[in-house]
């Protein structure tokens, strides 16, 4: 298992650099793989955040309260790097909270261990600078994209962009991440399933 799973985590790395390989059995042998089943809190509110992942299998929500609500920020899948990245940087308490959606296999790496691949591989430095920008312009094109949207185009794109949603997260959370009511989000779906049926 351990094997497989940090063969992909392996292969995504190389994908942002090739000088990775030099490097690869010192990273392998400083990260850990971990298992955790559905709605396991990885990171609670005012905690710090001393761990950056990588999702090779299952499904994370970031969330936060705020004014008695529940708001979804994110949905962590496959293939993709997480962490709070503000109290990772500066080891002060976050206003996040990361939950496992289901049973999900990541790698895990340590402040103390990103520091010292950090301060002794550049490569690994190019490669985690490459990834962190392409996840920054990754969510300023989806906060930007759904501002000009209406409610039910928000719902069309997330059907479109990642349909596998749909059957992974309850129906509360996906409403929730697109910035709309349960009831509206309701309405909304059944009115997209009209229409596709009238076009079918």
């Keep these: 298992m351990r094997e497989k799973v940090l063969e992909n985590f392996k292969a995504h790395l190389l994908e942002y650099s090739p000088s990775i390989e030099e490097i690869w059995d010192e990273i392998a042998s400083l990260v850990e793989v971990n298992v955790y089943p559905a709605h396991e809190i990885l990171l609670a509110q005012d905690e710090v955040c001393r761990h950056l992942y990588y999702v090779y299998e299952g499904l994370i929500r970031v969330y936060l309260y705020a004014k008695d609500k529940d708001i979804t920020l994110s949905l962590m899948r496959e293939n993709i790097f997480t962490s709070e990245y503000d109290s990772f940087d500066s080891e002060q308490p976050n206003e996040l909270i990361f939950e496992t959606l289901e049973k999900t296999t990541v790698v895990s790496m340590t402040k103390e261990v990103y520091l010292h691949l950090l301060d002794k591989h550049q490569g690994f430095g190019s490669v985690m600078g490459r990834f962190y ?3 920054m312009r990754e969510q300023f094109h989806f906060k930007n994209t759904f501002l000009t949207l209406t409610p039910y185009e928000r719902y069309e794109y997330l059907m479109e962009k990642t ?17 709309m009511t349960p009831v509206s989000f309701s309405r909304i779906k059944k009115r997209y399933a009209e229409n596709n049926r009238s076009q079918s």
């Design 133 to 135: 920008k392409q996840r």
């Design 163 to 179: 349909p596998e949603l749909f059957q992974r997260v309850p129906q509360q959370y996906l409403a929730s991440y697109i910035g």
